[in-house]
């Protein structure tokens, strides 16, 4: 045997082989997971669009250790894009610009993070906390759907791999549509 018990309810002892059966279900939800809404932008692609960018706090473990969620939504229809998970720092703005590249953006309304204002000339930044009301509720609501993301709470992944795995399965389901990855 290998795991222990050390006295909580969803601690059991398991055995090599189903430490190896957890591990490939984990990888095989973690593959099926998109960060784009790929029918959004399959239908869109040609038109110019109004994005929302906004970067939202979490932690795993323990609250030192943070990741922070960037997305973007649709201004206009209120459809979440894409999304993307790292720290703070500028560099994970570009890859959730990257993952946005297939569209024609022709406004980005953020808030004053100074990441926006070092990525987008100013004529294609808007920053306003007017219009970013809509991106600001969809942090309620996911905050509202996923436990993990509540800032007091009981609940909390043990690693960011989980962290990832069980934020992007809601965003994937509630707000991409993609249900077949819960069934």
């Known amino acids: 045997m290998v795991g222990r018990w050390s006295g909580h309810s969803s601690d059991i002892t398991l055995s090599r082989s189903q430490l190896r059966y957890r591990s490939l279900r984990i990888e095989k939800k973690e593959s099926e997971i998109s960060y ?67 569209l024609k953006i022709e406004k980005v309304y953020s808030d004053g993070n100074n990441a926006y204002a ?25 905050r509202t759907w996923c436990s993990r993301l509540v800032r007091k709470g009981i609940r909390f992944s043990k690693t960011a791999q989980m962290h990832k795995i069980a934020v992007g399965l809601v965003i994937n389901v509630w707000f991409f549509g993609y249900k077949h990855l819960i069934q």
């Open 118 to 142: 070092k990525r987008f000339s100013t004529k294609v930044l808007a920053v306003s906390k007017q219009h970013t009301q809509k991106i600001e509720r969809k942090h309620l609501s996911l």
């Open 36 to 102: 784009v809404n790929k029918e959004y932008i399959e239908s869109r692609h040609r038109l110019k669009i109004r994005v929302e960018m906004d970067e939202m706090w979490s932690f795993y473990h323990d609250k030192g250790k943070q990741l922070w969620l960037w997305w973007a939504m649709d201004h206009d229809t209120g459809v979440v894009i894409a999304y993307w998970f790292g720290t703070r720092e500028h560099d994970n703005l570009d890859e959730l610009k990257a993952l946005l590249v297939p």
